[in-house]
């Protein structure tokens, strides 16, 4: 399922993408627990303002929007939100227990939990949903260039970690936990 | 050696150039052994990375359907339910077997009226009336 899927209901859209929200859910928060809850409560606001869903428009670019609105909104309310997001090893390593002792790459799993949450996110979006980078763009609320930058940045790292070759310089952009526009006006 | 930044490469490996840039990196990967290395790199790392995110799928897929699939019933060969209603359904078949044997069939109460062609209320043992017909001579013929 693409980001041109289309849904003529918010309510079966939503129940049809539960399993592909709750990985956003989980990649997000951390783990599953904490997926569980972010899900929850974003679904029970989706589920409450669908009228605020434009028909028409890509039903999962919306949903996985409102679910990263929901974290960013409840982070905002935290004294501390970095601390708030950072991620414990264990759970999000349990994401990804298969129950048929089924082979887990643990430098991926490593790699991904060194990452900010808006980076976890972008590998997600493009290369497990197959989001093009303007629909990633505008669940994260980021420019389509911002997501390509933290694609090479990402990608390249990456391949050098895994092949052992040398790190690549540091990047020129500062991830925060706001987009641009916010923290230009802030 | 052949520079080619890894903005190009990763946009390369993304399939998000043009069919003639992509076409002229395919070129210069065929000459250069060391670019051709750094892009089966980027496609190796995106792979895993794939199939990262596809194990937890997966997992989130196998949670939600256990949740939403009826627990398994209990029984020895087959489940109590299916077990009671077999057992419901022969029992009925049994009773009304009984009730023909006991009252002939079709059923008939006592009291209400036989059914069309019974000669008594119980249906059974008794041989219907005899009528006898005086039947007179016929005519001889005459010649």
């Known amino acids: 399922m693409q980001a041109d899927d289309y849904y003529d209901s918010v309510r079966p ?174 | 050696m052949t520079e080619l930044s890894d903005e190009l490469l990763v946009a390369y490996v993304d399939g998000q150039l043009a069919r003639k840039q992509t076409r002229a990196i395919d070129k210069v990967l065929e000459q250069d052994d060391v670019l051709d290395a750094r892009v089966t790199a980027l496609k190796h790392a995106h792979a895993r990375l794939e199939a990262a995110f596809e194990a937890i799928l997966a997992g989130e897929e196998a949670e939600i359907s256990s949740v939403v699939a009826p627990p398994p019933e209990d029984g020895f060969w087959v489940p109590w339910r299916t077990f009671k209603i077999a057992a419901a359904s022969t029992g ?22 036989m059914a069309p062609g019974m000669g008594t209320v119980s249906g059974a043992g008794s041989a219907p009336e005899q009528v006898e017909l005086q039947v007179s001579p016929e005519p001889a013929a005459t010649p």
Do not use: N
């Open chain 1, 13 to 186: 859209g939503l129940v049809a993408m539960l399993p592909r929200l709750k990985r956003f859910a989980d990649v997000l928060a951390g783990g599953r627990d904490e997926g569980r809850g972010l899900l929850q409560r974003s679904l029970h606001y989706m589920l409450d303002e669908q009228h605020h869903y434009q028909r028409g428009t890509s039903l999962d670019v919306w949903a996985f929007s409102e679910l990263y609105c929901q974290w960013r909104h409840e982070l905002s309310g935290e004294a501390d939100p970095m601390t708030l997001a950072r991620i414990d090893d264990v759970a999000f390593g349990a994401l990804f227990s298969l129950d048929d002792e089924g082979y887990r790459d643990e430098p991926i799993i490593a790699y991904l939990v060194g990452l900010p949450p808006q980076q976890r996110l972008t590998l997600l979006l493009v290369y497990g949903e197959g989001f093009e980078h303007e629909d990633a763009g505008r669940i994260l609320d980021v420019s389509s260039e911002m997501i390509a930058a933290r694609l090479i940045r990402m990608s390249t790292s990456l391949a050098d970690r895994l092949s052992d070759r040398p790190p690549a310089q540091a990047a020129a952009i500062v991830e925060t936990l706001y987009p641009e526009g916010q923290r230009a006006s802030s």
């Open chain 2, 92 to 113: 009925i078949v049994i009773a009304l077997g009984l009730a023909a044997l006991g009252y002939g069939w079709p059923l008939t109460v006592p009291g209400v009226g």
